[in-house]
């Protein structure tokens, strides 16, 4: 045991709160000797140890880099405030779980970026790690710190603290950085050197030091253009062609403490094509990979053999698109349901099959059923491509009910484009039919958990040109729902209203915000998704301290010739393809799946005949 690791353990661990998170050796965690290594890297997760582990990013990255004789991947988590406290007060430096060794010590520091509110726990960690904030002031010493996860494909507001971006799906991309890291480590190759190389050589890798951001007189970008030969003017994102062929962990570490997700998950298909108008996700990650059958049987049967969950979750975007879902589940039901070992899905999408997916997912445990309607009227749905009717809606919870669920859990959001004050009263009036439902099959009303998210217009998606509802207007509905819906069995989480308007300023911000991160952290903002730890009059103050007015970044209504400050990343679909599609949910048209209909033009798949002028 080195000198680190006998300090925290004997002299810090026994005064923290869950001491589990922060030890290390977990079962199928791996640890190497370092003098056998070429490049040490630590995958940095910019939240808690019980939401990074629960994360399957982190799980299939981690193996993948360890299968490597010549790299050593660890992990870090953002410590929780007791043991930060203790960390800063005896001077101990932020450290891998693996091996305690210090983050300034590896060659790449990795961080996961999943959600915007994670980014000044990213500062605090480098701050902890005694690396320096700014990347421009990193010394020759300094490991490289790299970014990758669903926030890159719109990088600005961390652009002054990254190295480089790695944007797209990191499975082929991350060992070829490795891979050239490696090969420049024995030569005489400065830190700036290195970076421009990797950015000139991975076609993914965005290094925003090198990129000149011009603007006009409004505050609006005028360019964003390299400013060194051989980088490219547009970056492309990695996608993964066949999932079949892609590495997945069968070992997945199994934490010590509980976790959100303390369970298997099988990625069964990657992407989605029903063009949901408001999804990120589902804009940027097409064309669908689907996995075998075979496939996926086999990966479940072997982590459930190295690991003893008891629960496999089949994840997918859009898990009801998986084409061939009824017999898979007859597969995993003969192999899984005589181990009792339950098999999930995540929220489940609305259509005429609904019916039959109850049946199912007759499994161990019946949990709550989760579906994802969205809007609660039609012309709603069809504004923002949610091509679902009642009807199905109704009859597939009805069928729940029958089989023997008790909870039906809807999520839907308020601030669409076009909202009306009559298209908040129908969510409370679905969810008391919902309800209803019930009543008719056993004579007692259904349990309905309704959570409300406000919409934050996304990069890459044909709402990123609109604005969004004011704080006001949040509350207003927020209490319009509150005041309508009365039914004891009939519970509401409103998600909070300032974080979301916060999350709406980063999700299409550009590096100008930078400095407002910075001027928030050192006020003391971190672990800004939680209710406890967040302040937004500390954010409104870091603005106002910057000269930076926020509502720049929300509320306004953005021009159609606007450059917006991720034009220059490309994730597949095109922007005349996104304006065509904002275009259509303005006359309430609906886009089919290209799956079964034909193909949109979009621009993510050979298939499209403006594929190869992007």
């Known amino acids: 045991m080195n000198a680190l690791k006998l300090f925290v353990t004997e002299n810090i661990l026994p005064l923290v709160e869950m001491p589990g998170q922060y030890i290390g050796g977990e079962w199928n965690s791996i640890v190497k000797n370092h003098t056998d290594i070429d490049v040490k890297i630590v995958l940095a997760f910019p939240d808690t140890y019980s939401i990074g582990m629960s994360h399957l990013g982190i799980q299939i990255l981690y193996g993948l880099l360890n299968e490597r004789n010549d790299t050593a991947c660890e992990r870090v988590f953002a410590p929780m405030d007791d043991m930060e406290l203790l960390m800063r007060r005896h001077k101990i430096p932020l450290f891998s ?25 990213v500062l605090n960690m480098l701050d902890l790690a005694e690396i320096p904030l700014i990347a421009s002031e990193r010394r020759e010493t300094d490991p490289l710190i790299i970014a990758g996860g669903p926030c890159t494909i719109s990088p600005e507001p961390v652009a002054d603290f990254i190295d480089i971006f790695l944007i797209g799906d990191g499975e082929e991309s991350l060992p070829r950085l490795i891979e050239l890291v490696k090969d420049m480590k024995g030569g005489n190759v400065s830190r700036k050197e290195k970076i421009i190389s990797l950015a ?6 965005y290094a925003p030091a090198f990129y000149d951001v011009s603007y006009h007189q409004d505050s609006t970008i005028k360019e964003i253009r390299p400013k060194v030969s051989g980088l490219p003017a547009l970056i492309r994102s990695a996608s993964v062609r066949d999932l079949n062929k892609t590495y997945f962990p069968t070992k997945p570490i199994v934490p010590y403490v509980k976790t959100v997700h303390d369970r298997i998950t099988i990625e069964v298909m990657r992407g989605c094509t029903q063009g949901c108008r408001f999804c990120q996700a589902g804009m940027s990650k097409r064309p669908t ?3 075998t059958i075979e496939n996926i049987v086999k990966l479940a049967e072997l982590c459930y053999a190295g690991t003893g969950h008891n629960e496999i979750s089949l994840a997918s975007l859009s898990i009801s698109d998986y084409p061939f879902l009824k017999q898979l589940m007859e597969q995993m039901n ?4 005589p181990r009792y070992v339950n098999v999930s899905f ?19 445990r019946k949990s709550g059923l989760t579906l994802a309607p969205e ?15 009642d009807e199905d809606l109704y009859n597939g919870i009805e069928e729940a009910f029958k089989q023997g669920w008790n909870l039906v859990k809807l999520y839907f959001m308020v601030g669409l484009p076009t909202e009306t004050d009559d298209d908040i009263n129908a969510i409370a009036r679905l969810a008391y039919n919902v309800s209803d439902l019930k009543k008719g099959i056993s004579g007692a009303f259904g349990r309905v958990n309704i959570s409300i998210a406000p919409f934050v217009p996304k990069a890459h998606t044909p709402f990123q040109w609109e604005p969004m509802v004011t704080l006001q207007r949040i509350k207003e509905i927020r209490n319009r729902l509150f005041d309508r819906i ?3 069995c009939i519970s509401i989480k409103f998600h909070n209203a300032e974080r979301s308007i916060l999350e709406g300023i980063f999700a299409r911000g550009d590096r100008r915000l930078g400095s407002v991160i910075y001027k928030a952290w050192q006020e003391g903002c971190k672990f800004d998704a939680w209710g406890e730890h967040f302040h937004f009059q500390k954010w409104l103050d870091a603005f106002q301290k910057v000269g930076i007015d926020w509502t720049f970044y929300v509320h306004r209504q953005r021009d159609e010739g606007e450059v917006f400050p991720w034009d220059h990343i490309n994730c597949g679909v095109l922007k005349p393809f996104l304006m065509h599609e904002k275009q259509k949910s303005l006359n309430e048209e609906i886009t089919p799946d290209c799956r079964i209909d034909e193909c949109p033009e979009c621009g993510s798949c050979a298939r499209s005949r403006n594929f190869c002028t992007v």
């Not at 983050?103 to 996961?112: A, H, K, N, P, T």
């Not at 003969?334 to 349901?337: A, E, G, N, Q, T």
């Not at 809007?375 to 009717?389: D, P, S, V, Y």
């Open 97 to 121: 779980l693996e091996t305690y060794m210090p983050l300034r010590e590896f060659d790449i520091v990795g961080f996961s970026l999943q959600y915007e509110l994670s980014y000044t726990n």
């Open 200 to 205: 000139q050589t991975i076609r993914n890798a």
């Open 289 to 291: 990979r689907p996995r």
């Open 334 to 337: 003969c192999v899984f349901r």
């Open 346 to 364: 995540p929220s489940l999408r609305v259509n005429e099959q609904l019916v039959l997916l109850p049946s199912m997912l007759n499994t161990v």
């Open 375 to 389: 809007a609660a009227t039609q012309t709603l749905r069809k504004i923002i491509n949610k091509n679902i009717t």
């Open 486 to 488: 009365r039914r004891k």
